[in-house]
Structures are given as C-alpha cells and as structure tokens.
C-alpha cells in the first residue's frame, strides 16, 4: 500500500544552521512528491514538487529537497534557518495507483530557536 | 484573488446536530477536496471532485456528504454529527487531479462536537 513517513515528529534548529526534514515514501509506481508547510491556524502552502528530472528541486521561501530514488526518500533541506521557518512540515506523495490522490505524512514539527 | 475561502472559520455543535460547510475558490479550479486533520494523522481526504457534477469517496467518507454545487462551490455536510467528527476540516482546490496539480487550500474550519 501507498504510505509516507516522516520519521521525526519534531525537529529543532537554531537559526542560521541547515535544516533537514525527513520524508520517506511506498509506492508502487512512479512518485510524485510534494512538500507543503502549514503555520499555525492557516492552510497548507505548496513549497515545492518533485515530478521527474533533477533530483534537486527548488522551491518557495529558500527551501530545496532532494529525490533519491534507491532510498525512497525526499528530504526538505535548507542552508540557513530563519524562526520564521517554524511551522508544520507535511511530504505528501501521489501515484498512478492510488488514482493520483495524495497521500500524507503525519507532519514534521519544526522549531527554529533565535 | 481571494484564493480558497471557508466558512465558518469555527464551529460548536452538539451530538445529532447537523450542519454545512462551505468552500468557494475563485481560481477556476476544476477539482475540489474536503480533508480533515486530526493530531498525530496529517491530512485524510474525505471527498474530492474531480470536475463539476461529480464527486468521489475518499479514504475517511462515513458520516459526510458533498454537494458540488458549480465550479466554484463545494460543501460538506455533516448530517447527524458526532464527537469523532471533532477536527479541523480544509477545503482545497487544483487545476486538475492529475498527478502535477499540487492542491491550494483554504484556512480552514475548526469543528468540536460536543
């Protein structure tokens, strides 16, 4: 069955330091791969997407992830932590066999301490 | 450009109460989704829309029902509502349900039943 797991439930950085966070996936057939953040009492906002080609993608606010395919992974990466950064990380996945819905990751709190 | 707006933004009900939720986007959207966010459980789809005039069941539908009103409009109804219907509930949108179209969203209804 499909799944995503972001193994940390939260992560805490200080600010100006890289930040990972973790996103593992199971699928079936080729994946495509979002991240989205969510601050407090708001919706989800894209960040960005993987749906083939470079395995680095780019996306909003600084923020950049890779795909590797061998480790089913797909980490959000930044070179320098802001506290603004603080808020709800989400990976979500989507398939041909789950027909194209999305499939969530528990969230990955992240803390960016001054 | 409002984006996607819900209403209302909080909602106390008591058991056996039922009640709507509304969702307008004004992006020109073609699909439409309601997801319900729980702690610990990141999102889980409800219901979608892939285009005007239908709707599909997602992974959690018990206890719901949809109407999609236009193109623009998309609610939900909780017809008999219960205490594990306490959540927040997002109403997003996207061009499509294709595997490309990452999903915009709205703020959100916070929703306690009592």
């Known amino acids: 069955a499909q799944s995503v797991a972001q193994p940390e439930d939260q992560v805490n950085v200080a600010e100006g330091n890289p930040l990972t966070v973790k996103c593992t996936y199971s699928?079936?057939?080729?994946?495509?791969l979002f991240w989205y953040v969510q601050y407090p009492n708001r919706g989800l906002q894209f960040l960005l997407k993987y749906i083939t080609g470079d395995n680095l993608v780019k996306g909003s606010y600084g923020f950049e992830a890779e795909f590797n395919k061998s480790q089913t992974s797909f980490h959000l990466k930044k070179p320098s932590a802001l506290v603004s950064d603080s808020a709800l990380y989400f990976c979500?996945?989507?398939?041909?066999?789950?027909?194209?819905?999305?499939?969530w990751g528990a969230g990955t709190k992240l803390i960016i301490k001054p | 450009n409002a984006g996607v707006t819900q209403t209302p933004k909080f909602q106390v009900l008591k058991t056996g109460q039922s009640m709507t939720l509304q969702c307008a986007q004004d992006?020109?959207?073609?699909?439409m989704y309601w997801y319900r966010q729980d702690p610990g459980m990141g999102l889980r789809l409800i219901y979608y829309?892939?285009?005007?005039?239908?709707?599909d069941k997602g992974e959690v539908p018990n206890g719901y029902n949809v109407s999609r009103l236009n193109k623009r409009e998309f609610s939900l109804r909780l017809e008999s509502a219960a205490p594990s219907q306490t959540s927040v509930y997002f109403c997003?949108?996207?061009?499509?349900?294709?595997?490309?179209?990452?999903?915009?969203f709205g703020p959100g209804t916070r929703l306690t039943v009592l």
């Open positions: 829309s892939a285009s005007e005039g239908t709707t």
């Open positions: 992006m020109n959207h073609n699909s």
């Open positions: 997003a949108s996207s061009e499509g349900v294709g595997q490309y179209n990452e999903q915009f």
């Open positions: 979500a996945v989507r398939d041909k066999a789950s027909n194209y819905q999305l499939i």
């Open positions: 699928v079936s057939g080729n994946p495509y």
